[in-house]
């Protein structure tokens, strides 16, 4: 065995000219993006069903690109018409290619079996079809959309069965990128994971095609090898454990506000554990984003399918004190109305899920707002990045009535705009323009008592309460 693999690793990887990337979002976008930029003598090609989305990454306003992400822009002019395309063309590309990537989504299923918890893997399935259909020569195929274990063996039915004779590779190579930082992630990965065939010479081969791409800025220490299943259940991991830390700090928040702990200085304590580390333990009004919620159910799924019932409840307990922590935050604001927000106008600053990105999946904002106007509250929102439309469509995609929202849902272009006569914020997203605001000013335009609800522990307790406020923060 040793001897085989001795002999694969000696295999050559094939010679790339052409990638194809099907799925134009947030992570096919960035990716390619850097990809291009370090492979100059690889042509990418990002390709998408929805034309409006490739005409926005084509604007030759590089700053009207669809997806918002530090220092993304700037690759973009660097590259875009020289070795960077983007293109609705998908048989083009994907007859050229000879790697294509699938980053479509694979969001939680909302309908039939695994309805909320399994993924739907619709858009993974056309795309393999279409691959199928299409391909006339050999072709590595590398999944990118977070999927459930064993996606591959799927792919890879679909394309023997449906595809002709043309050879394909199916690799797993997880993104790891945090929105927000996708540049910078891309740029210098903590690591890169690639799963394969491991025992056959063709897997080798492919794996250590993909190793020679990423070797072009990745050092080959940091790139990790695996076996398929490997790599499609350590994305899942990976995001169940940070979501976990996140979840635990929370649920030692709501402690602290009860005994006089101050949870900031928790974090540092047990983050100063070098067993523990200090990152992802900032309590929050709940996490959100594509990712976490999304995987951790699709773990929760798996381990009931093999009746792993404590496996699944274990996990799932992380969504439900996630769940908590954005009832408790709005509730909290409620409570301190004297019970009553009817008719009161609240603020929410910041609608996405973290701050530099204008995605709002799974924002904790969705909830916090749906139950805002659940109390008849009148919700107004400003955030820098996300449009009014997106935060309309997101709170109608949560089940909220549109009347209540054409009613009692505004949207405002500036901060001081929205917290004119409010009687409380709160704070969803830790925009850096939030930590600056002159607070002082803020407070002249609102109703008093003024309450500042901060869902993100950006501000300092005695200075806003110097200035008047009723401040509540996370776990303080
Ligand atoms: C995550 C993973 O980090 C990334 O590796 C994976 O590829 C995709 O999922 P992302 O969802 O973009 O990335 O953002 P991340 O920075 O992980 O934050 C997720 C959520 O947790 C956000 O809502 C964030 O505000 C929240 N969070 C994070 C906290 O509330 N506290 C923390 O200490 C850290
Ligand atoms: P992610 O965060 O995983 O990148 P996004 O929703 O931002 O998710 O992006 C996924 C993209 O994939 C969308 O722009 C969607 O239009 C595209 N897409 C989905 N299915 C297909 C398909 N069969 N062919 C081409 N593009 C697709």
């Not at 449906?162 to 690799?171: H, P, R, S, T, Y």
């Not at 955030?383 to 439309?389: A, G, H, I, L, R």
């Amino acid at each position: 065995m040793l001897e085989c693999l001795i002999i694969y690793k000696n295999q050559k990887p094939v010679n790339i000219k052409n990638i194809c990337c099907i799925g134009a979002g947030y992570v096919g976008g960035p990716t390619m993006a850097v990809i291009a930029q370090k492979c100059p003598d690889i042509q990418v090609t990002v390709v998408d069903v929805n034309a409006d989305r490739i005409s926005a990454w084509n604007d030759p306003d590089v700053e009207k690109i669809p997806i918002y992400e530090p220092g993304l822009s700037d690759i973009v002019a660097a590259t875009r018409g020289r070795n960077l395309f983007f293109s609705t063309d998908i048989e083009k590309a994907i007859d050229e290619a000879e790697i294509i990537f699938i980053s479509v989504n694979t969001p939680t299923k909302d309908y039939g079996v695994g309805k909320g918890k399994a993924a739907d893997l619709k858009y993974i399935e056309i795309c393999a079809r279409q691959i199928a259909a299409i391909a006339r020569t050999d072709k590595i195929i590398v999944e990118k959309s977070t999927i459930p274990v064993r996606t591959a063996s799927t792919i890879k039915d679909i394309l023997e069965q449906v595809g002709n004779k043309a050879d394909f590779q199916i690799l797993s190579n997880p993104e790891f990128l945090a929105e927000g930082t996708a540049v910078s992630d891309l740029m210098q990965p903590d690591r890169i994971l690639i799963g394969g065939d491991i025992d056959t010479e063709a897997g080798q081969r492919a794996i250590d095609t993909l190793v020679t791409i990423y070797n072009n800025w990745v050092p080959k220490e940091r790139i990790v090898t695996t076996n398929i299943w490997s790599s499609e259940l350590s994305k899942l991991a990976a995001n169940a454990f940070l979501a976990q830390r996140v979840s635990s700090i929370n649920s030692i928040s709501e402690l602290c506000e009860k005994t006089g702990a101050d949870v900031g200085e928790i974090s540092r304590a047990v983050g100063a554990d070098t067993r523990i580390g200090d990152k992802f333990l900032k309590a929050s009004v709940g996490f959100g984003g594509s990712c976490f919620q999304k995987d951790i159910l699709n773990l929760v799924y798996i381990a009931r399918s093999y009746n792993l019932h404590e496996v699944a409840d274990y996990w799932e307990q992380v969504i439900l004190i996630n769940e908590h922590q954005k009832r408790r935050f709005a509730y909290k604001i409620i409570k301190e109305q004297h019970n009553t927000v009817s008719g009161k106008k609240i603020t929410m600053l910041g609608w996405a899920f973290k701050k530099d990105t204008n995605d709002t999946r799974e924002t904790p904002a969705i909830a916090v707002a749906e139950i805002l106007l659940q109390e008849q509250a009148e919700v107004v929102v400003y955030d820098p990045k996300v449009t009014e439309q997106q935060m309309v469509a997101d709170l109608e995609r949560y089940g909220v009535d549109a009347a209540v929202i054409r009613e009692k849902f505004k949207v405002c272009t500036t901060a001081m705009q929205a917290v004119q006569g409010a009687y409380a914020i709160a704070i969803i997203t830790e925009w850096d323009e939030f930590r600056e605001l002159d607070w002082a000013a803020v407070y002249r335009q609102m109703v008093q008592p003024a309450s500042v609800f901060d869902g993100r522990n950006i501000l300092h307790k005695q200075t806003m309460q110097q200035l008047g406020f009723k401040y509540f923060a996370i776990g303080r």
